[in-house]
């Protein structure tokens, strides 16, 4: 079958609309959009995750900071904030709700009185042994039916994604 000069839309691209060009819901459903897909995605890995580490003080919100902070503790606020790819006020609220459960506390930093670093109680270290292990087998069970090729092109296109959006952002 020969294919024309033109440009094929495939399924996953919005076809040009009627009127102006313009793309409609017709054109263009939801089901087909790559951010409502990931956002769908998400919500769903943010309820499982809450499932597994219920009762721990740390919530789906939180947990990016502790999986930081178990790496390297002693950072600053804004190191923090770079780190997980936030915003000061979303690291703000976190770290509130992580100092409320006990698992962080802020100390001024030596060298800047305007900045805050972040410490580990001894509860917050203690947390690594006990829900690492839970999130490596939730991991193995969302991966299921997949390959480790499969996983491994997965997190080679979401990193696509993720440079496609910075690149958008400016």
Same mark, same amino acid.
């Given at each position: 079958?020969a294919?024309?000069?033109?440009?094929?839309?495939?399924?996953?691209?919005?076809?040009?609309?009627?009127?102006?060009?313009?793309?409609?819901?017709?054109?263009?459903?939801?089901?087909?959009?790559?951010?409502f897909?990931v956002?769908?995605?998400?919500?769903?890995?943010?309820?499982?995750?809450?499932?597994?580490?219920?009762g721990?003080?740390?919530?789906?919100?939180?947990?990016?900071?502790?999986?930081?902070?178990?790496?390297?503790? /002693?950072?600053?606020q *804004? $190191?923090? +904030?770079?780190?997980?790819?936030?915003? @000061?006020?979303?690291?703000?609220a &976190?770290?509130?709700?992580?100092?409320?459960?006990?698992?962080?506390?802020?100390?001024?930093?030596?060298?800047?009185?305007?900045?805050?670093?972040?410490?580990?109680?001894?509860?917050?270290?203690?947390?690594?042994?006990?829900?690492?292990?839970l999130?490596?087998?939730?991991?193995?069970?969302?991966?299921? /039916?997949?390959?480790? *090729? $499969?996983? +491994?092109?997965?997190?080679?296109?979401? @990193?696509i994604?993720?440079?496609? &959006?910075e690149a958008?952002?400016?």
């Open positions: 079958m294919t024309s000069s033109r440009t094929r839309t495939t399924k996953s691209e919005p076809k040009p609309g009627g009127r102006r060009g313009l793309v409609t819901s017709r054109d263009y459903p939801l089901e087909e959009s790559i951010g897909l956002g769908v995605t998400n919500r769903k890995l943010q309820k499982v995750l809450d499932s597994r580490i219920a721990s003080g740390v919530t789906s919100g939180t947990w990016h900071f502790m999986r930081v902070l178990w790496q390297e503790h /002693g950072m600053s *804004a $190191e923090l +904030a770079k780190r997980v790819n936030t915003s @000061a006020p979303t690291v703000n &976190a770290l509130r709700k992580l100092q409320a459960a006990g698992l962080v506390v802020l100390d001024n930093d030596p060298n800047d009185g305007r900045r805050w670093n972040v410490h580990l109680t001894k509860k917050g270290q203690e947390l690594e042994e006990k829900l690492l292990p999130l490596a087998e939730t991991n193995q069970m969302l991966g299921a /039916g997949l390959t480790r *090729a $499969e996983v +491994a092109e997965f997190k080679r296109m979401l @990193a994604l993720q440079a496609n &959006a958008a952002l400016g």
